[in-house]
């Protein structure tokens, strides 16, 4: 029976096509996470905490597990100045673990959601589903249409 939570429960009320994988429970790297349900890591998206260091919405941008996050590419998108947020900050923000933190999870939480423009190269990519252990996969313009993300290139390798 694969693995149900909030996110899951909230996708399957929107009819959204997805389905939920089932992850060891300790935290994963994406690129581990990837290797364990045996897909390309550029289809799994690993999500990011950031702060705009004038103060106001923390934005969650996700990238593919291999590449790092562009914070000045993220900036110019937003136009803002931004730094990376500590573990223990992004956990804070977002009420969830470290590993589990979705933007999935976060929506109508008041967070911009930024996702890197190489997630549209695929029918279908991978990303937390919101509790480390749960892994979502759905068509990536499914997953802008639910969270109202922009689309910008923010990765680099």
Do not use: C, W
């Not at 573990?87 to 999935?104: F, H, K, Y």
């Amino acid at each position: 029976m694969p693995p149900t939570n909030n996110v899951t429960r909230m996708l399957a009320a929107k009819k959204v096509a997805f389905a939920a994988h089932e992850l060891p429970a300790e935290k994963l790297g994406g690129e581990e996470a990837a290797a364990y349900l045996g897909v390309p890591a550029q289809q799994m998206f690993k999500t990011i905490v950031a702060v705009r260091t004038s103060g106001g919405k923390p934005v969650l941008a996700l990238v593919p597990a291999p590449a790092q996050l562009s914070l000045k590419a993220l900036g110019r998108a937003l136009d803002a100045k931004l730094q990376l947020a500590s573990l223990a900050q992004a956990e804070q923000l977002t009420g969830l673990q470290t590993g589990g933190i979705s933007p999935l999870a976060l929506i109508g939480k008041g967070f911009d959601t930024v996702l890197d423009q190489s997630a549209l190269d695929f029918e279908t990519i991978y990303l937390s589903g919101g509790q480390r252990g749960i892994n979502i996969s759905m068509n990536p313009k499914d997953l802008v249409a639910l969270t109202r993300a922009r689309v910008v290139g923010i990765a680099e390798s």
